[in-house]
């Protein structure tokens, strides 16, 4: 799978006023802490039901124990942190932490989308047009990097409520993203010189948490 490929191919499904979006793989970094971020299973979208592709049958049975670790880890939630509890907010800073928020605010809902339930392989990617950021889950074969043709659009922000974005720590592509409710979530952005041009404003990782 080539970035240029995934890109033609969201751009391809996003509404029309959206064709012309900055398309971004995005991941999820497992950190099973306070303010990791992982998202408990009932928050997290489940796509692309009853997709498959060649070969995830296999794929499946190999991750079966694995999974079955983040499935009962997923079971519970992590406890909420109150957007408008300093107390909290000060340590989450401190700890330059993944997550800060709850799980119904827009970091909460940032961190489920970039944790999508699906039976067989999947892409996350987001689109940044002018006016949104939105989800695009595409079909890949499991445990490979072929692309299929099954895709399904997630959830979506306005663009204006991203706040701010800072790199988490020196010499990695992880980004925080903050919102315009005071909490924030981070995302590991493979082409992350794309990302800094959308968002040049970005902070670096010696600038404090906002």
Avoid at 31 to 39: R, Y
Avoid at 59 to 72: C, G, H, N
Avoid at 110 to 132: D, Y
Avoid at 198 to 210: I, K, R, Y
């Amino acid at each position: 799978m080539s970035q240029s490929d995934l890109v033609d191919r969201v751009r391809a499904v996003l509404p029309a006023g959206e064709r012309d979006a900055e398309v971004f793989r995005a991941v999820h970094v497992t950190q099973s802490v306070e303010g990791g971020g992982d998202a408990p299973k009932f928050v997290r979208p489940e796509v692309l039901v009853g997709r498959s592709m060649p070969g995830d049958g296999w794929a499946r049975a190999f991750s079966f124990v694995p999974l079955i670790f983040k499935v009962a880890f997923n079971a519970f939630p992590e406890p909420d942190a109150s957007s408008d509890d300093p107390v909290v907010r000060a340590a989450r800073q401190r700890k330059n932490a993944h997550f800060f928020g709850t799980w119904e605010g827009l970091a909460g809902q940032w961190m489920a989308a970039l944790q999508p339930r699906c039976s067989g392989g999947v892409v996350t990617a987001f689109a940044l047009s002018e006016s949104h950021v939105r989800f695009v889950y595409w079909q890949k074969r499991r445990g490979g990097e072929r692309l299929g043709d099954a895709h399904e659009l997630g959830a979506v922000f306005p663009r204006e409520s991203i706040a701010w974005t800072r790199r988490r720590r020196k010499d990695t592509k992880e980004f925080q993203i903050g919102f315009a409710d005071g909490s924030w979530g981070t995302v590991l952005v493979p082409g992350d010189t794309g990302f800094l041009a959308a968002f040049p404003c970005t902070l670096s990782a010696g600038d404090a948490v906002p």
